[in-house]
């Protein structure tokens, strides 16, 4: 491990620490994190699949690459949820971001990967409401799915004279921790060169960074328009 890389690792652990609160002082944050979006990282690393090269005639395929931020994951638990159970969560809400990267930019199967040692081409966020439920009296159980999420891919770099980067996708779906069941979202539009994309997306992880979250694909199919 590098100098630069303990480095950033202690500022991290520094950072996280910092921003618990009391309210989720019993939970680990990344480990709700990672289940929440991606179930376990080691199997969805198992069970990855390189998606086929074909596409119809009426798709377009666009592929990014992204290092989710563990440190920037934040969680508002809503009344009722449980701060140590993650199959109890409904209702309550979270932000995540992550750096957004070209296709090949970060390696397979490393777990220890360095963010800042490729050049992001833009940034995802992705923020969502639980809406699992166990043990409530009078409802039905529903550990799974866990989340619905909306994803926003902005393609550039945020900078005093680029605020609003003008190439960005919207997606929203569900999704749950079953590595065996995941999940396809929508595309729900998008501006600049994705102006009204629409189609689906899916996502397969590859690895994990030093943040301790996942790295991981998101592979486009988009209505091709005339």
Known sequence: MTAKTLARRQRLAQTDAASNDSSMASVDRRQLLVRT???SVGAAVGMMALPSEAEASDRQRVVFEVACLGNTFSVILAPGASPTDPFNQ????????GNLYRRGTIPVGVFDWDPSSATPIGHWFCRGWSINRT?????????????????????GRFAPDNLFPADQIATSGITGTLTAQRPTYSVVGGI???????????????????????NFTCDFRLVKHD
């Not at 799974?144 to 909306?150: D, K, L, N, Q, S």
């Open 37 to 39: 979006l991606w179930g």
């Open 135 to 155: 043990g409530r009296a009078g409802e039905e159980d529903r550990p799974e799915p866990f989340v619905i999420v909306h994803q926003d891919y902005i393609v």
């Open 90 to 97: 409904r209702g309550s809400t979270f932000i995540v971001e």
């Open 192 to 214: 600049g060169r994705y102006f009204a994309a629409h189609g689906s997306v899916t996502q397969n992880v590859f690895g994990a960074n030093i943040t301790g979250a996942p």
